[in-house]
Nanobody, 121 residues
Framework: QVHLVESGGGLVQAGGSRRLSCAAS????????MGWFRQAPGKEREFIAT??????STQYADSVKGRFTISRDNAKVFLQMNSLKPEDTAVYYC????????????????WGQGTPVTVSS
């Protein structure tokens, strides 16, 4: 089993930056793909970014490309968010899986509890 805990959420002004962290514990040796998703009130959970085990491969949603950066240090994954907009307001979730590469939220096996980010205008 893998346990994920996110941190770093909070209130930030539009145009500002925030860095989210996610630490994995448990069977971390089995983790390959890790990613970030978000869910705004009344909306479905959406893909933000994913990263391979080595960290050399990444993929981003078009809505955050150029503003957000995913990175990884072993069993920790980070999301650097710059130029934040009010529409980035959501609960942000970390996800992990034993597959080599995952983008689909229905495939990720492990999820954190989420950390809320509110961007004020």
């Amino acid at each position: 089993q893998v346990h994920l805990v996110e941190s770093g959420g909070g209130l930030v002004q539009a145009g500002g930056s925030r860095r989210l962290s996610c630490a994995a514990s448990g069977r971390t040796f089995s983790i390959y793909a890790m990613g970030w998703f978000r869910q705004a009130p009344g909306k479905e959970r959406e893909f933000i970014a994913t990263i391979s085990r080595s960290g050399r491969s990444t993929q981003y949603a078009d809505s955050v490309k150029g503003r957000f950066t995913i990175s990884r240090d072993n069993a920790k994954v980070f999301l650097q968010m710059n130029s934040l907009k009010p529409e980035d307001t959501a609960v942000y979730y970390c996800a992990a899986d034993e597959a080599l590469w995952v983008v689909d939220k229905n495939v990720f096996a492990y999820w954190g509890q989420g950390t809320p980010v509110t961007v004020s205008s």
